[in-house]
């Protein structure tokens, strides 16, 4: 099928390059010039294992990229959008890039497509997209508006796509469910079939579940450390439990990354819009912000004051697998650290480059041996699987103090106290 996707981000890319990789002829669309020449270079401007080389494998035969929106709309059977969805001031979500493409696809439009939305929005945004489009159309030409979530997580975007666990489509027209079916024919996950604000608001279900899952492990872990018990054996004898399951309850410094505190923030201003006061999901982000405090509580409890203390931090992306560091709890961390007077060391495989735009105060090391050179404290913030194989006995010899804060619970504890280190790990 011929297909567009609106926004190159990295839904967007994502969902272009791997429906492209299945036969599809797909032009993906950015208004940022100098992504698109990028993108044609054949290079991505974020890390994201297994993309490049999808992208590489299908341009330009299947896969090309433009910034040409209106001719390309004009062939298309079907329009995905997928541009950000940021949050505002006020945690709302902002849909001004939305709107701005739903306008263009409405003065693009000839002949019948299906406008899929795949950015995550507030429900009832469809419908606002699909009202935008007729009063920017000439007129009396149909179309169909979908919602079409998307579920991938960074660093495992490809697979996530190819294989999920389900779909979502949300349609007004039994055309469009065929559409869309066809769209996706390749994937054998099943298929959920509803209404447009049902399927807007699955996807805010599930990220404000998944990450009061987070929050939830985290509470516990604290009372764990009250009460003698370990988390790591508690999530295990939870996660047995068919009706838990064994993921999302690793317990960390929080939660971070593009999607869960925003749409925790939209998800609790929509039930507030709406008269309902959204109370379990506050406490999500309150415990969620808490756990920052608690992890420089583990360094302060060692170290004593932190003002003018040498540290190193280990990771600094908001999970593994990952360059990007937004929202990410590590970032958060080194800012309180910054405001106590502790000076950082720091190094990150992927997300150094990212860090340094949003943390200049940090000393950036080139190897984790070199950013653990002199500190009183090393501090463990993302669970890359480097950190595990590290020679901590060549470390030890170049700290000042033998701590590690590991608030991932990533390394071996027990030889490291064998080692002659103080470890602390979470909830245990
Ligand atoms: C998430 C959703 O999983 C995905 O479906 C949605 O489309 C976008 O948001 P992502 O942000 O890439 O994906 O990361 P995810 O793997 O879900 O992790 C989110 C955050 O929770 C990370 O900061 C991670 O470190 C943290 N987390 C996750 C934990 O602290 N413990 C866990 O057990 C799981």
Redesign the pocket.
Known sequence: MKLVIMGTG??GLVTGACLADFGHQVVCIDTNPERIKTLKEGKISFYEPGLEKIVKRNFPHRLTFSLNGEENIKKAEAVFICVGTPSKEDGSADLSSLYEVAKKIGKALNNYKVIIIKS?VPPGTSLEVKKLIIENSAGNIQFDIASN?????????VE?FIKPDRIIFGAETKRAFSVLKEIFSFVSAPIVETNLATSEMI?YA??AF??T??SF??AISRICEQVGADIQDV?LGMGYDKRIGF??????????????PK?CKALLKIAGEGGYEFKILKSVLETNEEQKLFIVSKLEKNLGDLKGKLISILGLA???E?D?VR???AVGVAQILLKKGTRIRAYDPKAMENAKKVLSQLIYCANPYEACEGVEAILVL??WEEFKNLDFKKIKRSLKKPIIIDA?NLLNGTSLKTLGYNYVGVGR
């Not at 979530?149 to 975007?157: D, K, M, N, T, Y």
């Not at 993921?247 to 869960?260: A, I, T, V």
């Open positions: 990295y839904v995550t979530p998307e579920f991938l997580r960074e660093g495992s975007a996530d996807k599930s990220n998944l990450a899952k987070v492990i985290n999530a993921e999302f309850l690793r317990p960390g410094p929080g939660f971070g990354g593009s999607c869960f749409d908001f999970k593994a990952t990007d929202e990410s709890p993302t669970e991932r």
